[in-house]
């Protein structure tokens, strides 16, 4: 067993000293996409946070406009099964795409 497995990082590196990019400017365009990763992971966090309702509905209780508001909640977070449990105005779980509904 290796004492240490190579990381995404090393084998980037690796990659771009045989493209011929030298150390210091390879290290510096890592830094950069590491530094870009971190940034959309913590908007990320933030656009989630922010897409919570602050009085959730419950089940057969969301609307339409429920799921337009806090689509993030609704479809793919904690409110999906209240959601699914409730009906567009064309009797399709507002979890489905309805044709009618805009
Ligand atoms: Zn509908």
Partial sequence: MPDYIP???DHALDAMLAAGI???RADELLLAVCALAVNNHESTLERTRETV???PKG???VT???VQAYPYYYIRGEGRKAAEASRCDHD???TDSCPVCP
């Fill in 22 to 24: 030298d150390r210091p």
């Fill in 92 to 94: 399709l779980p507002l």
């Fill in 59 to 61: 089940p057969g209780k």
């Fill in 7 to 9: 990381t995404a990082y």
């Fill in 64 to 66: 339409y406009e429920d």
């Fill in 53 to 55: 309702p602050d009085n």
